[in-house]
């Protein structure tokens, strides 16, 4: 069963139901034992970078989530929860991620050109840069649902697929056991559900 | 690049969809959930649902709806009607609604839009303007276009983004209803005004309204629209055709 990490940023709700969607059984939990019994984590999160990495430390999930993807335990961050595996972050000062991946996340302020809206809301395509198995059923262009304001970058190790939004942007990433999507998969309609259904496959 | 969002919107009353909808193959045609799906299947980039409805009885019966439309649809959902209070945020954002729109609630207290966008971000937060023209001035309506506010509406919305909000949608009252088409200099001052997406509501009447919108005024980011999605008169996917064949970039 795929446990859907709870450490008090978000909501939960859509994701746990494009997973029941899909016919996969998943629990949503903040405790450390419940959450070992699980055969994948979905490391979700929306809202501030600081404020979710604080989060997990003071709840001492960071550790636990290190420790998961070290010993081979299928992980997968979503949108804030993509850019928490990474070193760190520049929003709004500097904070420090996971570390899992290596790369880091920067402002799309003053990088874009001025007639493109920041935050990067709506539906855009994807370009795979390299295999991952998230990607098995469904096809280069298909567009899925961003909302964020920062981007990950020099994260090429794990890079799996961009999309453009004046600049080219870290979509999703791969790397062994450790994925993670920008984009919202469970808001992402059927394509969305077929990258969830990807994952599930390799949880069992 | 960013694709265009089409967006069809709901407006429910009970628990029940108003406004009669007529399709085929639709057991229940005013079935939130049936109606949201159907949407959904064919190509629609969002869903609007507006919680018209009066009593709280009726309000409790439009989360549960939510709750189940959230359930079996997969793609962002805006709720507004009735959002007065942050609680009211709380209740909608709890059954699945990942944008919640305020409108008459914001007039009311413009303070709610800092904390709305506080507490759950910009993103979630989206101002809904009914805007009319009066002596050649921009005014803001409130309860649902019925009542002149007497506030110029360009510094309005500008202020409301200021505070916070990530989204405007602009309903034009001069253009709803008349399927004249979207009122092109309205949105412009819009467009001119803020730097976040902007949703061109009020006078679609055929596809060709969408691709004069896109065309006219890149910076419109999405249309939104209610009865000729829900009378069949523009279907989505001939609709999403139609805008690719103008170079218009849509997610098909």
Same mark, same amino acid.
């Given at each position: 069963?795929?446990?859907?990490?709870?450490?008090?940023?978000?909501?939960?709700?859509?994701?746990?139901s494009?997973?029941?969607?899909?016919?996969?059984?998943v629990?949503?939990?903040?405790?450390?034992?419940?959450?070992?019994?699980?055969?994948?984590?979905?490391?979700?999160?929306?809202?501030?970078?600081?404020?979710?990495?604080?989060?997990? *430390?003071?709840?001492?999930?960071?550790?636990?989530?290190?420790?998961?993807? *070290?010993?081979?335990?299928?992980?997968?961050?979503?949108?804030?929860?993509m850019?928490?595996?990474?070193?760190?972050?520049?929003?709004?000062?500097?904070?420090?991620?996971?570390g899992?991946?290596?790369?880091?996340?920067?402002?799309?302020?003053?990088?874009?050109?001025?007639?493109?809206?920041?935050?990067?809301?709506?539906?855009?395509?994807?370009?795979?840069?390299?295999?991952?198995?998230?990607?098995?059923?469904?096809?280069e262009?298909?567009?899925?649902?961003?909302?964020?304001?920062?981007?990950?970058?020099?994260?090429?190790e794990?890079?799996?697929?961009?999309?453009?939004?004046?600049?080219?942007?870290?979509?999703?990433?791969?790397?062994?056991?450790?994925?993670?999507?920008?984009f919202?998969?469970?808001?992402?309609?059927?394509?969305?559900?077929?990258?969830? *259904?990807?994952?599930?496959?390799?949880?069992? | 690049?960013?694709?265009k969002?089409?967006?069809?919107?709901?407006?429910?009353?009970?628990?029940?969809?108003?406004?009669?909808v007529?399709f085929?193959? $639709?057991?229940?045609?005013?079935?939130?959930?049936?109606?949201?799906?159907?949407?959904?299947?064919?190509?629609?980039?969002?869903?609007?649902?507006?919680?018209?409805?009066?009593?709280?009885?009726?309000?409790?019966?439009?989360?549960?709806?939510?709750?189940?439309?959230?359930?079996?649809?997969?793609?962002p959902?805006?709720?507004?009607?009735?959002?007065?209070?942050?609680?009211?945020?709380?209740?909608? $954002?709890?059954?699945?609604?990942?944008?919640?729109?305020?409108?008459?609630?914001?007039?009311?207290?413009?303070?709610?839009?800092n904390?709305?966008?506080?507490?759950?971000?910009?993103?979630?937060?989206?101002?809904?303007?009914?805007?009319?023209?009066?002596?050649?001035?921009?005014?803001?309506?409130?309860?649902?276009?019925?009542e002149?506010?007497?506030?110029?509406?360009?510094?309005?919305?500008?202020?409301?983004v200021?505070?916070?909000?990530g989204?405007?949608?602009?309903n034009?009252?001069d253009?709803?209803?008349?399927?004249?088409?979207?009122?092109?200099?309205?949105?412009?001052?819009?467009?001119?005004?803020?730097?976040?997406?902007?949703?061109a509501?009020?006078?679609?009447?055929?596809?060709?309204?969408?691709?004069? $919108?896109?065309?006219?005024?890149?910076?419109v980011?999405?249309?939104?629209?209610?009865?000729?999605?829900?009378?069949?008169?523009?279907?989505?996917p001939e609709?999403?055709?139609? $805008?690719?064949?103008?170079?218009?970039?849509?997610?098909?």
């Amino acid at each position: 069963m795929i446990g859907i990490i709870d450490y008090g940023v978000g909501n939960l709700f859509s994701l746990k139901s494009s997973f029941e969607a899909i016919g996969e059984e998943v629990f949503v939990s903040g405790d450390k034992e419940e959450l070992k019994k699980a055969s994948g984590l979905i490391l979700p999160g929306v809202g501030a970078y600081s404020d979710a990495a604080e989060k997990l *430390r003071k709840s001492g999930l960071d550790d636990f989530v290190r420790e998961c993807a *070290r010993e081979g335990k299928p992980l997968m961050g979503i949108c804030l929860g993509m850019q928490l595996l990474f070193e760190k972050s520049f929003e709004y000062g500097e904070h420090q991620g996971l570390g899992i991946l290596k790369g880091q996340v920067v402002p799309m302020e003053g990088k874009l050109p001025q007639s493109l809206k920041i935050p990067h809301i709506g539906w855009n395509g994807l370009k795979f840069t390299k295999e991952c198995p998230l990607f098995e059923n469904i096809t280069e262009g298909d567009c899925v649902y961003f909302v964020h304001s920062y981007y990950a970058v020099d994260c090429e190790e794990s890079l799996a697929s961009t999309t453009e939004y004046g600049e080219i942007m870290t979509a999703a990433v791969c790397k062994d056991n450790v994925y993670g999507c920008q984009f919202h998969p469970e808001k992402s309609g059927k394509v969305g559900l077929e990258i969830l *259904r990807s994952f599930s496959k390799l949880c069992k | 690049m960013i694709t265009k969002r089409i967006i069809p919107c709901l407006d429910v009353r009970d628990g029940r969809v108003v406004k009669g909808v007529n399709f085929q193959g $639709l057991s229940d045609v005013s079935s939130p959930v049936e109606l949201g799906k159907f949407y959904s299947d064919c190509g629609a980039d969002e869903l609007v649902f507006y919680d018209i409805t009066a009593s709280a009885e009726g309000r409790a019966l439009f989360t549960d709806i939510l709750r189940q439309v959230a359930k079996t649809i997969f793609i962002p959902l805006t709720v507004g009607g009735g959002i007065n209070t942050l609680d009211d945020f709380d209740r909608v $954002l709890k059954c699945g609604a990942d944008k919640v729109s305020v409108n008459s609630g914001a007039i009311r207290n413009p303070d709610l839009i800092n904390a709305a966008a506080q507490k759950y971000g910009n993103q979630c937060v989206v101002i809904s303007a009914d805007v009319k023209r009066v002596d050649g001035v921009f005014r803001v309506f409130a309860k649902g276009g019925r009542e002149n506010t007497g506030m110029e509406a360009i510094s309005w919305i500008k202020s409301c983004v200021e505070r916070g909000a990530g989204e405007v949608v602009l309903n034009s009252i001069d253009t709803d209803g008349v399927k004249g088409g979207f009122d092109i200099e309205m949105l412009r001052a819009v467009c001119d005004a803020v730097n976040v997406p902007v949703i061109a509501s009020g006078g679609a009447g055929c596809a060709e309204d969408f691709v004069k $919108l896109f065309n006219t005024l890149p910076k419109v980011d999405a249309g939104l629209a209610a009865s000729i999605f829900h009378f069949g008169e523009v279907s989505i996917p001939e609709l999403k055709k139609i $805008l690719k064949e103008n170079n218009i970039n849509v997610r098909l």
